[in-house]
């Protein structure tokens, strides 16, 4: 008995620092969209640039710090690319609706990632989802609608589609990931290679038709890449300590914590249907939650 009062209560401690990192997260990721969409007029592909060469950096210190070789492992080399590809079409995707759209709506969009990583690991993984899983993530694509509002006559239709699609490809490279630390890899040089994969293919785009900054939009941007580089590692340290069943629902905050930061710092005001969006979406992702949790009980 002492032994499971032990088990426990290390388990809880795990658990709230696993909630305390990826809250953490949420609000790093929400201060990174911040300073995009404050940057203005910058070229997408140029806040990508500087978004990932701070990430960079600090991969460095980590691959530095476990004597770590920047060779990619065999077995895994295919998968890193794709991971990294589809990241960064999903960073290029989201970084141009943040600069069109309330950064609550971006957010929001940005985390239809988790359903469309249960639908791509039906084929890369062979998890397959069962009927009501697959009921929950047509409820959040509905969700997603409101917060698109398709018609021809939104003139925000093509930045939200953008950040819809954006959703798609983290998804996409959320399973990858996945694939890719079943083989053994470490979740620092996935990050290594991905910030040096981000870096590399903006580099051309920004040395050939690099667009004057102010110092300003140049702050803005620094604080944008160390705010990424702070959220990526606390939301690997965060499943470190957790499985994803388990706390995977608090990285939703992210939403709360962009539309509060919208409104103190921009004025940004969701409509009607946008609440609406963030509500079924997040109801949606509450009830994946709680079922796979007495699923796996």
């Known amino acids: 008995m002492g032994m499971d009062n032990a088990a ?23 201060l990174m969209n911040l300073f995009v969409s404050l940057a203005g007029d910058v070229p997408t592909i140029q806040k990508t640039f500087f978004r990932n060469l701070f990430a960079l950096v600090i991969a460095c210190g980590a691959m530095i710090k476990n004597r770590c070789s920047i060779i990619p492992p065999k077995g895994a080399r295919m998968d890193l690319f794709l991971r990294s590809a589809f990241g960064y079409a999903g960073v290029i995707c989201n970084f141009y609706a943040i600069s069109r759209l309330n950064i609550s709506d971006a957010s929001l969009l940005n985390k239809m990632s988790p359903f469309f990583a249960i639908i791509f690991s039906t084929f890369l993984l062979k998890e397959k989802a069962d009927k009501i899983q697959w009921a929950i993530i047509l409820a959040a694509f509905a969700g997603a609608l409101f917060v698109i509002k398709p018609t021809f006559r939104n003139a925000e239709l093509i930045p939200s589609a953008s950040g819809f699609i954006g959703g798609v490809c983290a998804g996409l490279a959320y399973t990858f990931v996945r694939r890719i630390t079943g083989k053994g890899v470490k979740s620092y040089y996935i990050v290594f290679f ?3 994969f981000s870096t590399l293919a903006a580099l051309p785009v ?3 038709d690099y667009f004057p900054m102010t110092w300003q939009q140049l702050l803005f941007l620094v604080g944008a890449g160390v705010s990424a580089a702070v959220a990526q590692f606390s939301i690997t340290t965060a499943y470190s300590f957790a499985p994803a069943k388990e706390v995977s629902i608090y990285d939703y905050s992210q939403v709360i914590f962009a539309a509060v930061l919208g409104f103190i710092v921009m004025g940004q005001v969701p409509d009607m249907w946008s609440f609406i969006g963030y509500a079924i979406i997040i109801a949606a992702a509450f009830a994946m939650f709680r079922y796979n949790n007495r699923k796996t009980s």
């Open 8 to 30: 426990k209560s290390e388990h809880s401690k795990k658990l709230c620092r696993a909630i305390l990192c990826i809250l953490s997260s949420a609000l790093f990721f929400s």
């Open 194 to 196: 991905f910030s040096a």
């Open 206 to 208: 920004v040395l050939f």
